[in-house]
């Protein structure tokens, strides 16, 4: 792993396990400002003191995990074209611990996933409780304007928010799976925060 992706990995992993710089450079026997100056991606440590990081964090820093990273990258924000989580959810939990980009991208594919699942499931219920309505209070006829009903009109309708979900997240796929690969910051409007 390569500055400035390995000082911001030390970083995140030096809070997880609540350590100070302090703590971490005492673990590591080097000075605190050696920490600081590696999270800052100022320097790139010696291999004594990577080996050590590795063994305090538990996270291999020595093995060059980044070998596929634009491959496993563009495979996370493809996988979120189709709104089955399962697929994202396993690239990101099997390389989170290789790569912080893949680790932090991840991230947004899977919340992006969820709200989008959670949204389908509401076009979904909507799809099946709008004409059950219809069946239950009986359907009227009101004219509009078109020659047909306003429940055939709704009914032509109710499928309309999930293409549009769908279009939405190919969209959001194709782009920021390009935008992943060209070190362009990835967005995701729209989803929800739910894994941090």
């Known amino acids: 792993m390569n500055q400035p992706d390995l000082g911001l990995k030390v970083s995140e992993l030096r809070q997880t396990k609540a350590f100070t710089q302090e703590q971490l450079a005492e ?12 999270e800052s991606g100022e320097v790139d440590p010696r291999a004594y003191t990577l080996q050590c990081l590795s063994e305090t ?12 990273e634009h491959l496993w990258l563009a495979a996370l924000h ?3 074209i189709a709104p089955l989580l399962i697929a994202p959810l396993l690239i990101w939990s ?3 611990n ?33 004409p059950a309505v219809f069946i239950f209070l009986g359907e009227r006829q009101v004219d509009t304007g078109l020659g047909i009903g306003l429940s055939e009109v709704m009914l032509l ?6 293409i549009l979900i769908g279009i939405f997240s190919t969209y959001q796929g194709v782009v920021n799976a390009i935008r992943g690969l060209s070190d362009k910051p990835v ?3 729209l989803s929800i925060p739910f894994v941090r």
């Open 27 to 38: 673990q590591c026997e080097v000075s605190a400002r050696t920490i600081q100056r590696i």
């Open 98 to 130: 290789q790569s912080y980009k893949i680790d932090k991208q991840g991230l947004l594919v899977l919340n992006f996933q969820i709200t989008m699942m959670l949204l389908m499931f509401l076009g979904g219920f909507l799809l099946i409780f709008v």
């Open 94 to 96: 099997w390389k989170k």
């Open 187 to 189: 967005r995701y409007p």
């Open 57 to 68: 964090l538990d996270f291999d820093f020595m093995e060059d995990n980044t070998r596929n």
């Open 157 to 162: 309708c109710i499928p309309a928010p999930m």
């Open 78 to 80: 493809l996988s979120s």
